[in-house]
């Protein structure tokens, strides 16, 4: 059963940085793929980047390429989102979640999620 555990986020000013974790657990962490969501007031929920099992592949929205980088170590469990050039936009509540196969775009296909962390960017 998939348990999340999200940690990092805090105030930002435009165009700093933060690094956000996700501790697993419940599963093998190790043959499920990864992915970082957000969910900002009146927004509709987004994923924001994804990462294969064994971490050889990973995708971005659009909205963050170029600027937020995913990855993941195995052995701790964990994945982590590292984040540049933040924006005002980007204020929001990160979740991470798992899933066996791909991470789904919706965020109505998942039953769990953990409490997350909040990003807030703001001068």
């Known amino acids: 059963q998939v348990r999340t555990v999200e940690s990092g986020g805090g105030l930002a000013q435009p165009g700093g940085s933060l690094r956000l974790s996700c501790e697993a657990s419940g599963f093998i962490f190790g043959t499920y793929a990864m992915g970082w969501y957000r969910q900002a007031p009146e927004k509709k929920c987004e994923l924001v980047a994804t990462?294969?099992?064994?971490?050889?592949?990973?995708n971005y929205a659009d909205s963050v390429k170029g600027r937020f980088t995913i990855s993941r170590d195995n052995a701790q469990k964990t994945v982590y989102l590292q984040m540049t050039g933040l924006k005002p936009e980007d204020t929001a509540v990160y979740y991470c979640n798992a899933d066996r196969w791909f991470m789904s775009e919706s965020c109505n296909d998942y039953d769990y999620w953990g409490r997350g962390t909040q990003v807030t960017v703001s001068s």
């Open positions: 990462i294969t099992k064994n971490g050889d592949s990973t």
